[in-house]
């Protein structure tokens, strides 16, 4: 375990085992499960929430942590992570464990580079506010004023005949799609990948993903799409980022990557983050899944290590703990990094506000990934209460955060001035690792 006095991002630089194997390995060391140090249930058995602000960290017990990660390597769940702690702008607590590639065996390290996926919404929802801070946006604009095709969506409405068929039909927009909708992920714009709606069916059937196309054509593709339900009625995650990187493409007159390189990227310090790793020396710094965990289950297959024109604000970006490690303390700072301000005090304030509320007149389905006790703001889950499972998850109430379908989770809890980056390639564990980590974090705050 390394614990850190200072922390700096490091600059970028420049075997093979089938899924049988890798299985029959993990069997293995599972029958040695009971060796491998792990966080008893007792430790885990009691949730933190909502600690008087000032609490500190005891080192002894941050060091469960990285037990607890270790375990999952030696078990053959995921092949390696790496976790930052930091509080008062100070790292409490670095550790990277395992390899980026069980074909490698490279290890993990501050620089290896991670898919977000969805992490990608709240980098891609930071740029649009900083448009809006450059008055080139504004959150109550239509989406049609950006993408003119947009005039026409209508909404898909599922009707049922007396034998049990269902069929769609289309009806026209009650107010038309805002800015503020993309970015609540309020627009009506869903995803194909999951569910099974007509209109959620439709995108499955649209080969939406075909060929080599750029933001553009990909927002007509959606555009020619029937709508999951009215705009501003329900929460329904969907590629309605991608949607606003186009939008930030038209009023910026730049590519999204150049836009954000030019007003993020490089003013942060975030020298890995990017679409694609475009250079082949690189592609060694990339982490990987384990053979038989590799199914993201994001609708399409990709890979960082072939461009394509696509740069998809919602779900396309790869980044390094380095670079994330800079993105997280600015929003911790409220906007701020380096005595350099990247959003006004009034948009990252709208920001981090609960936008899907009672008083929103959003509604909220199974499908509601913030999960309890959270709200949403602009492209981050909002803590706004303790929720309803007993205990509570720990936290803090106004904490923000976010996921994604490769296992990548950040929290940002600005009463205790912290924040904790844990990057891991993982669909299929990441969701009980990441209530861990975070349980096991909280539990080494003290008063």
């Given amino acids: 375990m390394k614990r850190l006095a200072a922390f700096k991002p490091v600059p970028t630089m420049g075997g093979d085992e089938s899924m049988t194997l890798w299985q029959l390995l993990r069997s293995a060391v599972m029958a040695l499960l009971p060796l491998v140090a792990v966080p008893s249930l007792g430790a885990l058995a009691d949730g933190k929430f909502d ?6 960290f005891n080192p002894q017990k941050l060091e469960r942590v990285g037990e607890y990660l270790q375990s999952e390597i030696a078990t053959g769940a995921i092949p390696g992570a790496i976790i930052l702690v930091q509080q008062h702008e100070q790292p409490v607590y670095l550790q ?3 390899v980026r590639d069980v074909k490698s065996k490279l290890p993990i390290t501050q620089d290896t580079i991670f898919r977000l996926f969805s992490m990608s919404k709240p980098i891609t929802s930071v740029a649009a506010m900083m448009l809006i801070d450059q008055g080139k946006l504004a959150l109550g604009d239509p989406v049609a004023k950006y993408i003119p095709s947009f005039a026409d969506v209508k909404v898909g409405v599922e009707k049922q005949s007396d034998n049990g068929e269902r069929s769609l039909g289309l009806v026209p927009l009650n107010r038309p799609i805002t800015i503020e909708d993309l970015m609540r992920q309020t627009s009506g714009i869903t995803y194909g990948f999951y569910g099974d709606s007509l209109v959620r069916r439709a995108y499955r059937d649209a080969n939406i993903y075909v060929g080599d196309f750029d933001n553009a054509e990909f927002a007509e593709r959606i555009a020619r799409l029937p709508l999951a339900e009215q705009p501003g009625t329900l929460w329904d995650y969907g ?8 939008i930030i493409e038209v009023a910026s ?33 990339i982490a990987h899944p384990l053979p038989y965990d590799s199914d993201f289950k994001v609708g399409f297959a990709s890979s960082p290590e072939i461009y394509m024109k696509w740069q998809s604000g919602g779900g396309g970006m790869v980044s390094s703990l380095a670079d994330l490690a800079r993105f997280s303390q600015m929003l911790l700072s409220g906007g701020t990094l380096s005595g350099r301000r990247y959003l006004s005090a009034a948009s990252f304030t709208v920001m981090t506000n609960d936008h899907v509320g009672p008083d929103s007149g959003v509604a909220r389905d199974h499908f509601y990934y913030p999960g309890d006790g959270f709200g949403y703001g602009l492209g981050l889950g909002v803590r706004t209460d303790p929720g309803k499972a007993k205990p509570p998850p720990p936290g803090s109430m106004g904490e923000l955060k976010w996921d994604s379908a490769s296992g990548c989770y950040f929290v940002i809890d600005r009463k205790q001035d912290l924040f904790f980056v844990l990057l891991e390639q993982t669909p299929s564990e990441r969701q009980r690792i990441q209530r861990t980590v975070k349980k096991l974090i909280y539990e080494a705050l003290e008063n």
Wanted: no cysteine; net charge negative; charged share 20%.
């Fill in 51 to 56: 600690i008087p602000a000032g609490a500190h």
């Fill in 253 to 285: 007159g730049q590519a999204l990557f150049e836009f954000e390189k030019e007003n993020l990227f490089d003013p942060l310090g975030m020298t890995t983050t990017s679409f694609y790793v475009v250079d082949p020396l690189k592609h060694s710094q």
């Fill in 239 to 246: 590629h309605s980022t991608d949607i606003l990187g186009r």
């Fill in 96 to 98: 990277s464990l395992g």
